[in-house]
């Protein structure tokens, strides 16, 4: 088979972009596609400069969501990844990726996340406790990379005006039509401080509400039994009792603000944790 498509939105990444292709340009992609959308820095230079393995389409406005209809309007095949740009994970892998969800007939996939830890102790007790919650190990497809098979396209058709673009696909398909491959690997860096979590997870957690408000069909589960089966887990441990006060405080707080954020009525703009967008050697 030819490779996947890859369609990466950006929006003023210049410190990331050329570090994600370069992973990505191995050979094993059909198409590379970036998105720059309301750039005011160098990202779709950089872009243009790694090579005409890379399609560049420029948008005057930064919308994530724009990005990503434009990206699948010119992906030229199937299956089509979108990679965020602050991921790190292979056109290999990617390829390898769209083998397993052929072979499986799936409509979603996406290989397993793998945070790379912070420096700040807060955010290493947040991160020990996410890793135990339902959402990370029943076939978790999201957080920077999702595959969509032909099948999966039609049915998605586009995106709507939403915050949660990953969530929103991930509903569409049963649990049966997700395939999780664990032994394929995309990495993220954790978040620097506690508070660059607190703002990532309000705006996780608006996007739920959203979804849930808009699309009732597609709303996740109640998280009442996840919470339950969270607690018995962290329970039979006191060695992570710390960090699930963590991360009950992370929860309260970003549910709260987001609570007020759509009671207000205001649009969510694109926002994304700075502390991630580093370059290391």
């Not at 929006?11 to 590379?32: M, N, T």
């Not at 309007?73 to 991921?87: E, F, L």
């Not at 405080?249 to 967008?277: F, K, M, N, Q």
Request: aromatic share 6%; proline share 5%.
């Amino acid at each position: 088979m030819t490779g996947p498509v890859v369609v990466v939105p950006a929006h003023d990444e210049e410190a990331v972009i050329g570090r994600a292709l370069d992973a990505l340009r191995d050979g094993s992609l059909a198409q590379i596609v970036v998105v720059a959308n309301g750039c005011r820095d160098r990202t779709a230079q950089i872009a243009r400069e790694a090579g005409r393995a890379v399609t560049v389409i420029e948008l005057p406005v930064g919308s994530k969501i724009a990005a990503l209809n434009a990206g699948l309007r010119a992906a030229r095949g199937a299956p089509v990844a979108v990679v965020d740009a602050d991921v790190m994970v292979s056109g290999r892998t990617l390829r390898a990726l769209a083998q397993r969800m052929a072979a499986a007939g799936a409509g979603v996939a996406a290989p397993r996340l793998e945070v790379i830890p912070s420096r700040s102790w807060w955010v290493r007790q947040y991160d020990r406790i996410w890793a135990l919650t339902d959402y990370r190990s029943a076939d978790h497809v999201g957080s920077g990379v999702y595959m969509l098979s032909e099948r999966g396209l039609r049915r998605l058709g586009s995106f709507p005006d939403l915050i949660a673009d990953d969530l929103y696909v991930r509903q569409l398909f049963a649990p049966r039509e997700r395939l999780s491959a664990r032994d394929l690997v995309f990495r993220v860096r954790a978040p620097a401080t506690l508070a660059a979590v607190v703002r990532r997870n309000t705006r996780i957690a608006a996007g739920n509400r959203e979804l849930a408000l808009r699309f009732p069909g597609l709303a996740a589960p109640g998280g009442g039994a996840g919470a339950r089966a969270l607690l018995r887990r962290v329970w039979r441990r006191p060695a992570l009792w710390p960090g699930f006060l963590v991360y009950a405080g992370v929860y309260v707080i970003a549910h709260r603000r987001a609570a007020a954020l759509l009671r207000g009525r205001r649009p969510i703009a694109w926002s994304r944790d700075e502390s991630t967008r580093v370059v290391t050697g």
